[in-house]
């Protein structure tokens, strides 16, 4: 039996060399992917993946290192493959923000003037009673969403799955909330927790830096593999401070 697991397109912050992180979960019986950056059609084609064999895209926040490939991977879909693609997102209000991105050149088409409905199904998450976590499955599979410390007034969510019995966080995008981190660890229980990095700044209001991550407790640190890290990483070695490692870009990892 094959078993299920993560596969990185890209593990790289917005502004390195290195291609925009992006994870392709491969669940049983489905493929979806996490953020799909401007790098992502490129590293679709790199390792041989046909954009038909995704079936869902999660979107965990709208800047650019992880939507802005979506419109051409739309395009392949519905021009293509005859198919919408298939959005799972944390919040409702995400869809809109999203069109509101995307229309200004996707609403022309030569079959004439497209809507959002024409190119997407959507699928939204089921709010908890405070909404920093929200809930929804597809075909099985659960998907827990985690409101992030990311930009100040930008939605922006971490995502909690299960592969092969295990639980995963993956926090996407986020300033050093180590409360969160607690909160996650103790009720949800993950065995890896993937975690934003920046590596080339120690002082960073968006994102959590490696010296505030290398604070954590040990314990913790073990479940860490570091993602959307900077160009400097290589100089950095995370094993030393207790960590898992950096998130290889085309590595294949089974919780």
């Not at 939605?155 to 909330?177: E, H, P, Q, W």
């Not at 950095?236 to 294949?252: H, M, N, V």
Request: proline share 4%; aromatic share 12%; with cysteine.
């Amino acid at each position: 039996m094959i078993k299920e697991n993560i596969f990185f397109l890209g593990s790289g912050s917005g502004f390195s060399s290195l291609p925009n992180t992006s994870l392709l979960l491969n669940l049983r019986n489905t493929r979806v992917l996490i953020d799909f950056g401007f790098t992502g059609l490129n590293q679709l084609r790199r390792y041989k993946i046909s954009p038909q064999t995704i079936d869902a895209l999660i979107i965990t926040h709208l800047h650019s290192d992880h939507t802005g490939g979506i419109e051409m991977l739309t395009y392949i879909h519905k021009f293509q493959y005859q198919k919408k693609l298939l959005l799972i997102l944390p919040n409702f209000e995400l869809q809109f923000m999203l069109w509101d991105m995307l229309k200004h050149s996707m609403r022309f088409s030569p079959k004439g003037i497209m809507k959002k409905s024409d190119y997407f199904d959507i699928k939204i998450a089921q709010c908890a009673s405070t909404c920093r976590f929200s809930t929804m499955r597809f075909k099985s599979h659960k998907f827990t969403f985690v409101k992030t410390k990311h930009v100040p007034g930008m939605l922006s969510y971490g995502v909690i799955f299960a592969m092969n019995g295990k639980r995963v966080f993956y926090t996407s995008d986020t300033a050093f909330d180590p409360e969160l981190l607690a909160y996650v660890n103790e009720n949800y229980t993950p065995s890896l927790i993937i975690h934003d990095c920046a590596t080339d700044h120690e002082d960073e209001e968006v994102h959590a830096t490696y010296k505030q991550i290398a604070t954590l407790p040990l314990k913790l640190k073990r479940k860490i593999l570091l993602i959307h890290y900077d160009d400097n990483y290589s100089q950095i070695d995370p094993k030393l401070d207790g960590f898992i490692g950096f998130a290889q870009t085309g590595e294949k990892i089974i919780p």
